[in-house]
């Protein structure tokens, strides 16, 4: 059985990246490229390339692509036990489109086949879930499916990477039966009901995830890095220089590695810095897992790039 078992999405990823600035309106000259993603397949990856023991609960069609996502990751060693193939219906699909600066300028999104993993779905795979150190949940999941996660799994470390500000909100009710969560400024703010306008805003919404429940937190700040806080510590981790060839996944490596520092029973800033290294490696990629993800690197960026606490 895995140390972590992943719950969430397997999509199909379309992006587009301008040559020049990206003029809204018109035909831009760019760069079109397809490849696997999803918040919960990438982060899974990158669990499996740092050497995490990582499977995965989800659903795929029966096209070519999502056969090829399932294949893709039983080659890095995941179990895929977990994951259904839905006969007749096409996996599910994400588009985004990159600015001139390489970071994401809008998305669309075709999810509908995950509404099919509900709590009916997930008791049927109950043994490789229970038997796991931590369960990550992804925000593609819909309110009742994380509910019936957050009361079914109470004796297991609980991960909640809300995906973004419009999904965050199904877990406003139950976010303190989470053990660590992940938002960004936008997506603390809907949990939260708070406006955070500064590092003291940012503090308080730290404070607030704490008194519900939460043990560890790390809200993520773009450019700015992360926030982190777990019962003993709190503080600030900026980047480091990095070379931007693309910002997508950043985020699902930065989880991932949250992941196995959650396993490992590390730190809350240690933590941070392993995810901060981990996205950093990330977005000198086109793609949304780096290939050239893995521990050693991770670890050689963490001793040069990384500020102390």
Known sequence: ???????????????????????REDSNPGKVALSY?????????????????????SVIGDDHMGLGAKSALEDLGVDTSGIKIQKGQNSAMYLSILNGTKDMEMAICDMDIIETITPEFLEERSALISSSKVVAL?????????????????GIPLFFDPVSSPKAVKARRIIGKFACIKPNIMEAEVLSGMKIKSE??????????????????FITLNKDGVYYRDGVSEGFIRPGKVKINSATGAGDSFSAAI????????????????????AQITMESSSAVNKDICKEEIERRMEICMRNI
């Open 1 to 23: 059985m895995a140390d972590i078992t992943i719950i969430g999405g397997i999509n199909i990823d379309i992006e587009g990246t301008p040559f020049d600035d990206l003029k």
């Open 37 to 57: 993603g999803g918040v919960g397949r990438n982060i899974t990856e990158n669990i499996a390339r740092l050497g995490g023991n990582v499977a995965m609960i």
């Open 138 to 154: 992804d925000g593609n999941l819909d309110e009742r499916t994380l509910s019936y996660a957050a009361e079914k799994l109470k």
């Open 200 to 217: 003291d805003d940012i503090k308080k919404a730290g404070s607030w995830f704490m008194e519900q429940g939460v043990k560890k937190v």
């Open 259 to 278: 992941l196995m520092g959650m396993v490992k029973g590390m730190k809350a800033g240690d933590i941070a810095k392993y995810g901060m290294a981990a």
